[in-house]
Structures are given as C-alpha cells and as structure tokens.
C-alpha cells in the first residue's frame, strides 16, 4: 500500500478499512492537538457569537460577517472532527460510508464558508472606509442578511459537486474523510483557483486598498486630509486583516500541494513526505480556533465582552444582560472618523 499517494489504489482493500503502522505516539498527539482545537474551536466561536448578541456595539452589518464566519468554524468542532477523533483513536474509520460522506461533506462547507465569509468581510471593510458615502445603502441590515445567505448558498453549490466526482474519500494518512486530491486533475485545480486562490487575490486587493488609504491619512500625503486616527481604529481594521493573512497561512500549504498533485500526480505524488502532507492538514483544522483568539486579543470590545460572558456564566445572565448599556464603554469605544473632502473615511470596530 502506498502512503505517499492519495488514492491508495494499490490496496485490495476499501478506502475506509485502510490503516497506516504508526508508533503509538503519532497518534496521541494528533488526538490531544485536534481535542485542543475542537474545545477552543467551541468554546471561543460561542464567545464570538455571543458578544454579538449580547452588545449592541458589536451588532453591526460588518459583524453580520463575523458571526458568519463563526459558524463556518463552529460546523467542523461540532461534527467532523469528533469523527476524525474516533478514527484517530480506532486507528481506520469504523462509522461506516454515509458518516464519511456527511463528515467530508461539512469539512469542505465549513473549509469553503470561512474563506467566503472572510472575503465578504475584506469587501465589507473596503466599501466601509474606501466608499463609505454608499456604504449604509449597500450594507442595510436586509442587504447584509442577504449578502450571508449568498455566500452559504454559493458554499453549498461549491461543495455539491464532490458528491458527483468521488472525491470524499477517507484518508488514512490524516484519519479524515476528506476531498481527494488525485480523484480528477481538473477539479482539483478548479477548486484550488475558485475556492483559494481567487478570493485570495480578491480580499488582498481589498485590503491593500485600505492599507494605502490609512497610510495616506496617517501621513497626511494630501493637503486636504484632516484625519484623527487612533492606535484603537488601527487595531480594529488589523483584526480581521490578522484573521486573513492566519487563514492564508494555515490553509496555503494543503492548497499548494493539491495543485502541484493535480499538475503532476505520478511525479510529486510519489515525493511529498507523509509528514508534510499531515502537517499541512492539521495546520489547516487548527486555523478553526484562531479567530476567536484573535478577536479577543486585537479587538476591545470583543475582549470586554469575553470577560462579561465569563461572569454572567457564574450569575446565570448570559442570555439578559445587555452589556451595551454602559455608557462609559460607549464613549470609550467611539469610533474616530477620517475624513477627506470627497469621502467619510472611517474605522469601525470589528
């Protein structure tokens, strides 16, 4: 049997009866680094999803997009990767066909989903303080429930196809039911450019577009620009740019790899190190708990109400209190606008 290949063809046996001779102690510590992705996975997309609706600073269009994106994250904690665990610890996958279909199925809508999400966000973020005279026109709360309802019909359209090519297969070599690089060339280069590299690009175009602007301003390259910019609205627009460039990082590696098997599969198949091919998948999972981190971390309001929550869960209040209606936090937390003579530039938290 093959490790070095995706498909495993040279084996009698069916893809998901198919196990790897490991030393115990790979297996462990995939199993304790995935446990450790899938609790802070929960624990910290809740957060996310509860500091929304609990602070009305938070409950924005822009945010509409984040609670998105948290859910995107929250779909692979809650079902695939507790399968992955058990395939893990089982040392093959034992739950049977249907159970890898759904569990490859939702691995690629929560893989599709986040980068979705995040490239309506940098677009969201570029209308926000690039054109921000059409913005409120633009993102209405309706336009913005639309927009998100787009982007999870465009994921599972994105998806769907799997299901017709065979390319949900399980893999031994990660425990995982997961899309199969080497089941169609063309497909795999498809997906790479359409559900990576392509909006890659897009969101940084998007983001070098703001960057250039705040510079701009920050620097008063024109005469006209009066700005009052503050380190907290630079910190706010570097949240979600920091949550970019960590799903660029996390996800790179796996993607590059499916294209160069796709181009050559008989020559770069036969060289990729099992190590690196299962390095890059669980650097992939362990991008699902980072945002969360990175909110609480970058972003003040989000940070705030992390402690909140954490109190309330001890006085049982989680779902009463609104914490928005401290009126010093709100003056604290107003955001600073730029401005120049043609547009409102502005900054707004996350």
């Not at 690629?108 to 980068?115: K, R």
């Not at 703001?210 to 620097?219: C, S, T, Y």
């Amino acid at each position: 049997m093959s490790t070095n290949g995706t498909h495993f063809n040279g084996s009698s046996l069916a893809p998901h009866e198919l196990t790897l001779n490991r030393p115990s102690w790979v297996a462990n510590t995939l199993g304790f680094f995935l446990i450790f992705t899938t609790v802070v996975d929960i624990l910290g997309n809740l957060l996310v999803i509860f500091s929304v609706y609990r602070n009305k600073k938070l409950r924005n269009a822009g945010n509409v997009f984040v609670v998105s994106l948290a859910v995107a994250d929250l779909v692979v904690a809650i079902y695939p990767y507790p399968l992955v665990l058990t395939s893990i610890f089982h040392n093959g996958w034992n739950l049977g066909y249907v159970h890898c279909q759904i569990s490859g199925f939702l691995m690629g809508v929560s893989v599709i989903g986040s980068i979705f999400n995040i490239t309506g966000i940098a677009i969201n973020r570029y209308c926000y303080i690039c054109h921000s005279l059409k913005y409120d026109k633009l993102y209405s709360d309706k336009n913005s429930v639309c927009y998100v309802l787009l982007i999870w019909v465009l994921t599972v359209v994105a998806i769907v196809p799997n299901l017709f090519v065979g390319s949900l297969q399980y893999d031994p070599r990660v425990y995982s039911c997961t899309f199969v690089q080497s089941a169609s060339s063309a497909y795999t280069i498809a997906v790479v450019f359409f559900h990576f590299i392509l909006p890659i690009l897009i969101v940084t175009y998007c983001y070098l577009r703001i960057w250039v602007l705040v510079i701009q301003v920050r620097r008063r390259v024109k005469p006209d620009l009066r700005p009052k910019l503050t380190p907290h609205d630079v910190r706010n627009f570097v949240t979600m740019f920091v949550v970019f460039v960590l799903f660029a990082v996390c996800w790179a590696p796996l993607n590059f790899i499916g294209l160069a098997v796709a181009i050559s599969p008989e020559v770069v198949t036969p060289i990729i190190p099992e190590w690196l091919f299962v390095s890059s998948y669980f650097m992939a999972y362990f991008n699902s708990c980072l945002n969360a981190i990175v909110y609480g971390v970058l972003n003040q309001n989000f940070r705030r109400e992390y402690k909140r929550i954490v109190v309330s869960l001890c006085t049982a209040r989680i779902f009463f209190q609104d914490s928005s209606n401290d009126a010093a936090d709100r003056i604290k937390s107003k955001p600073s606008p730029l401005m120049t003579n043609n547009n409102q530039v502005k900054v707004d938290s996350v």
